[in-house]
């Protein structure tokens, strides 16, 4: 089993839509998660941190579940600016914080 | 956001040859560094943990002497690829996080622009 999965997709949306993703890790140590955006041929780009007690940033949501071992990103009202691969990042403990990436998961937000 | 910067951008290089990336944190100090490489459509793949000085950590079914890493300051990292081949040819990308103490806030890695290679 993978230590981060994500459902690669392509999920294709069309605008307005809400989406959500989901990604699960393997390893219940586990301490830090993010999600990263990453546009075609471009380097990763911070999206938002995941917090145990779940965040907001304008239209994303992000939220943990610890117990399920799986973190979420919801999308509402889509743009088509939000076609993307979003990745998921989780950071195994051992002090170092090791990043594992999940393989991201394709979004394409259509007319 | 802390910045990342990279260089160079893009290389085309003859089989054979070493090619040498530059990985720099501009604005903060980067105890650790990693190492990506990410061939097209793929997720990105973990080549090597480098923590400002001491050796770099390479991760399974990465030769270590032909991808030497070197962490000399807290802002700089290099990455030369040596005697490359073509099937070397992918995009590498660094990044760098700042780690805080012992809490995972504001561990983020915040990633260069990547390098992307080509050999011929």
């Known amino acids: 089993r993978k230590e981060v999965e994500q459902d690669p997709g392509p999920f294709n949306v069309p605008e307005g839509a809400t989406v959500a993703f989901n990604c699960t890790y393997s390893?219940?140590?586990?301490?830090?998660f993010f999600w990263y955006r990453q546009d075609c041929r471009k380097e990763p780009k911070l999206l938002m941190s995941v917090y145990s007690s779940g965040n907001e940033d304008g239209r994303f949501t992000a939220q943990l579940n610890r117990a399920s071992q799986y973190i979420s990103l919801l999308i509402r009202d889509s743009k088509l600016s939000d076609s993307a691969t979003y990745l998921c990042v989780v950071n195994l403990t051992g002090g170092s914080y090791i990043p594992t990436f999940g393989r991201g998961t394709s979004l394409i937000v259509h007319p | 956001g802390a910045v990342v910067s990279q260089h160079p951008s893009w290389v085309i290089c003859k089989s054979g040859t070493s090619v040498k990336i530059e990985c720099r944190s501009l604005d903060f100090q980067a105890t650790t560094m990693f190492w990506y490489r990410q061939f097209p459509k793929q997720s990105l793949m973990l080549m090597a943990t480098s923590n400002e000085g001491s050796k770099a950590t390479y991760e399974q079914g990465v030769e270590k002497d032909k991808f030497l890493i070197n962490h000399a300051s807290l802002t700089l990292s290099t990455l030369t690829v040596t005697s490359a081949h073509p099937e070397d040819s992918s995009f590498y990308i660094c990044s760098a996080r700042e780690v805080r103490g012992t809490s995972a806030r504001g561990n983020e890695q915040f990633f260069g622009p990547g390098t992307r290679l080509t050999v011929l």
């Open positions: 390893n219940s140590a586990s301490q830090s």
